[in-house]
């Protein structure tokens, strides 16, 4: 060990080594997530040591720092609360100490920005590695849709409808996809220039009909739109793809009709979100929000209201929704709601009644952000994205969008912004998954823009 360390090993090779096989620690599992970044902070640490924090401090960079710090003042806060009322929900400080724990992000995103910033990483591993594992996930979902079960063994979960490929009974094959998948696109055009334009074209043909299947076949709604709209604002908004726009439009309802008329589970996922969509439109229009006919979804925001109000400016804690959902004022304790559009039981009957009290978080970035760290946590987290979108996408990217010849930081660009798009039905924002992808994505960017000054131009 002493000697890897202190020897004059290839330090770059080795640093982006450890970042290319973060998409197959995603694979892989929290535990291996984990080891990864720990390794990651570790070695940074000890071989650049205080250096890491000898950067330039961007107002995102500060309030990142303080919405931190918030996090562990809401926790000592809320265990207090629990410690005085004699509380027994869990163990005692142990939201103080998830707290502290989770500042591994904040040091994650140092340590990996330095490291783009002093161009120590070689992103190239990293692109390849992220299509390998993207076109891996998808195949294994092609095989698991054709034989029942993927590579590993793993049975097609539940009814089939929703197919999950090596992550086994977790549903998040099509997320994994539209995370990882956009950097196939970009591998070849900025690491393998001379590459033959028609080459190029039918490859990247060849790779969107694999990634968009995958996600169809996943039945993960929400990546398939979030994908469609990465790659339509790209192909708007960049002048020299442009003319593939319609190309892009037809082929994606080409591949969707022919889906949806081979397969009766995929017409029926993309039938029960077309009318989960129509029940939703019509409930936010005519505010029908106790109304028992309404999407599953919508009943899942509503639980968000209640329980924000118990503590709207500092929250009640991370990972503590679960257990002031259930104590929230107003709560029905025998809450039901009626699904039209799921056929969960004999003869497939629509209709029938299903228990529904708390999820484990409100499915929505935000809405958890305001329930576990209330008005003030929500300000934060919004100031940083502003910001970053503001000085990388519209003082950057939007102005130099003619000229730009660096396309490096194009994907994470477009990868951040359907991160933190409000709208969407999402996974808990403090789980390690979730947590990990998004810190990524925001110091490469960060670190890539930064690095040719392109900040203090704008500043």
């Keep these: 060990m002493y000697k890897i360390l202190n020897l004059n090993f290839n330090k770059n090779a080795f640093f982006s080594i450890l970042l290319a096989i973060m998409p197959f620690s995603f694979i892989a599992g929290n535990m291996l997530i984990n080891l990864n970044i720990l390794a990651l902070i570790v070695l940074a640490l000890i071989v650049f040591k205080i250096k890491i924090f000898d950067i330039k401090y961007y107002?995102?960079?500060?309030?990142?720092?303080?919405?931190?710090?918030?996090?562990?003042?809401?926790?000592?806060?809320?265990?207090?609360?629990?410690?005085?009322?004699?509380?027994?929900?869990?163990?005692?400080?142990?939201?103080?100490?998830?707290?502290?724990?989770?500042?591994?992000?904040?040091?994650?995103?140092?340590?990996?920005?330095?490291?783009?910033?002093?161009?120590?990483?070689?992103?190239?591993?990293?692109?390849?590695?992220?299509?390998i594992a993207s076109i891996f996930v998808c195949l294994d979902i092609f095989f698991q849709f054709i034989y029942g079960e993927d590579i590993f063994g793993y049975e097609a979960?539940?009814?089939?409808?929703?197919?999950?490929?090596?992550?086994?009974?977790?549903?998040?094959?099509?997320?994994?996809?539209?995370?990882?998948?956009?950097?196939?696109?970009?591998?070849?055009?900025?690491?393998f220039k001379?590459?033959?334009?028609?080459?190029?074209?039918?490859?990247?043909?060849?790779?969107?009909?694999?990634?968009?299947?995958?996600?169809?076949l996943s039945?993960?709604?929400?990546?398939?739109?979030?994908?469609?709209?990465?790659?339509?604002l790209f192909l708007i908004l960049q002048k020299n793809v442009r003319k593939y726009f319609l190309v892009f439009v037809s082929?994606?309802?080409?591949?969707?009709?022919?889906?949806?008329?081979?397969?009766?589970?995929?017409?029926?996922?993309?039938?029960?979100?077309?009318?989960?969509?129509n029940y939703i439109s019509k409930s936010l229009i005519n505010s029908e929000f106790?109304?028992?006919?309404?999407?599953?979804?919508?009943?899942?925001?509503?639980?968000?209201?209640?329980?924000?109000?118990?503590?709207?400016?500092?929250?009640?804690?991370?990972?503590?929704?679960?257990?002031?959902?259930?104590?929230?004022?107003?709560?029905?304790?025998?809450?039901?709601?009626?699904?039209?559009?799921?056929q969960r039981f004999q003869g497939g009957e629509y209709g029938k009644k299903i228990i529904f009290k708390c999820n484990m978080h409100p499915h929505n970035y935000y809405l958890e952000i305001m329930t576990e760290t209330g008005v003030i946590g929500l300000i934060l987290i919004t100031m940083i994205f502003s910001s970053i979108l503001y000085i990388v996408f519209f003082k950057n990217y939007i102005s130099q969008i003619k000229k730009t010849k660096n396309l490096i930081y194009v994907p994470f660009l477009y990868l951040f912004l359907a991160e933190i798009f409000p709208i969407k039905a999402s996974g808990s924002f403090f789980t390690t998954g979730n947590s990990t992808y998004l810190f990524l994505i925001m110091a490469i960017l960060v670190g890539l823009v930064s690095n040719d000054k392109s900040i203090e131009k704008k500043n």
């Excluded at 992550?167 to 950097?183: D, V």
């Excluded at 022919?258 to 996922?269: D, H």
């Excluded at 503590?311 to 959902?325: A, E, L, S, T, V």
């Design 290 to 342: 106790n109304d028992i006919e309404r999407a599953s979804y919508l009943v899942e925001f509503a639980t968000f209201y209640d329980t924000w109000l118990m503590n709207k400016y500092i929250g009640g804690g991370i990972k503590n929704f679960r257990y002031y959902c259930h104590i929230r004022p107003n709560i029905e304790k025998n809450s039901i709601f009626y699904s039209y559009w799921d």
């Design 59 to 131: 107002i995102f960079d500060k309030i990142l720092i303080l919405f931190f710090l918030f996090i562990l003042f809401t926790g000592i806060v809320n265990d207090y609360h629990f410690y005085v009322n004699k509380l027994e929900w869990k163990e005692y400080f142990s939201t103080v100490k998830k707290s502290i724990f989770f500042f591994r992000y904040l040091l994650f995103y140092f340590c990996l920005r330095y490291l783009i910033e002093r161009k120590i990483i070689d992103l190239k591993f990293f692109f390849i590695s992220t299509s």
């Design 194 to 216: 001379n590459i033959n334009n028609k080459v190029l074209i039918l490859i990247i043909t060849v790779l969107f009909v694999i990634y968009l299947s995958g996600i169809i």
């Design 157 to 191: 979960y539940g009814s089939g409808r929703k197919l999950s490929g090596p992550f086994g009974n977790e549903l998040i094959a099509g997320g994994f996809i539209q995370r990882f998948c956009f950097f196939s696109f970009f591998l070849l055009p900025i690491f």
């Design 219 to 232: 039945g993960n709604r929400m990546p398939f739109i979030l994908f469609f709209f990465m790659l339509t």
């Design 251 to 277: 082929a994606s309802i080409i591949i969707l009709f022919l889906s949806i008329k081979t397969s009766e589970k995929v017409a029926s996922n993309f039938n029960k979100l077309f009318i989960q969509i």
